[in-house]
């Protein structure tokens, strides 16, 4: 069935300069037609958004949603001025251990569904809360159940009582055969308190190996060597980029590679926010991406980072909205969401506003109105 959704105030294409007094034709899961209201062809249904502001669906590139348990302890004793540490990772993968599939499910369908009330289209999600060949195997299978991008993240801490390099030649051996089958990409927190650079290598080039696309986590706690090697070895995304060097910013401007930004972790964990402004006027690509875990970033609101990016971040307006969702699809090298246009993915989140000005000019306020997912209607004002 054909949708015409006409009366939008202000459409955001990320194809060129926003539409004024636009409409757009959805049939099935795709878009059909975009362009004036006074062109629009015929459709089988016809919803006025009665002047309302229309964006691509968020893509958020970057959550971790596969998990059980709790951390509001450690989010109390950081509040109190306990630095952050990648250690805290353990106590999540303690609770999803004992934890049952249909109880991972369950938590991943509320946070997926949370997501997608807010204008959240598209979504990434990885494992790295098993750490165990069978742990990590069933996180995937079920991140793959709803999520539309799943990233093996074996790498995410050296689990207690193994040797680092031991647990080193497991991901990349046992572990990564029993996972390549469910997921598309892999990713290594190459950080202090994590993977040194010689073991993110390691991980990275065993999963290129195997036809995996590559992701960083990196330079989130100080500069080091996560951009470098993700640019190295042609990585869809580094992701943190909170502390960079000229050289880091240099090395990112010149390559395909996406810095992912993840300002609602570096308020979370009181750190200086990601260096946009330096990014975007080197020529780097640039992303904004939830982080969404129970750790360092229990948020899966797109609207707060994009606030975030523009009124702290130096950010304009359609810099961040382009960063959310754009962005988001570079960094998982598609190029059928992030965008309003003729065959791409039917996404699309509609503002209760005018403009998408006002998702940073009304900082805080639920401004989804509804929300288009693969071409079907999941919320409603």
Partial sequence: MSVLITGIGELTTNTGAALTDAALVIDGERIAWVGSAAGAPDADERVDVEGRAVLPGWVDSHTHLVFAGDRTAEFTARMAGQAYSAGGIATTVEATRAASDDVLAAGLRKHVDEAVAQGTTCIETKTGYGLTVEDERR????AASLADEVTFLGAHLVPPGWDADDYVALVCGDMLDALAPHVRWADVFCETGAFDEGQSRAVLTAAASRGLGLRVHGNQLGEGPGVRLAVELGAASVDHCTYLSESDVDALAGSGTVA????????????ALPPARRLLDAGATVALASNCNPGSSYTSSM???VAT???QMRMSVEEAVAAATLGGAKALRRDDVGVVREGARADLHVLDAPSATHLAYRPGV?????VWRRGTRVTRA
Avoid at 139 to 142: F, G, W
């Fill in 260 to 271: 992912t930004l993840l300002p609602a972790t570096d308020l979370s964990t009181r750190q």
């Fill in 366 to 370: 639920p401004l989804t109105w509804a």
């Fill in 309 to 311: 990016a523009v009124l």
């Fill in 303 to 305: 609207a707060f980072c």
């Fill in 139 to 142: 996180s995937a299978i079920v």
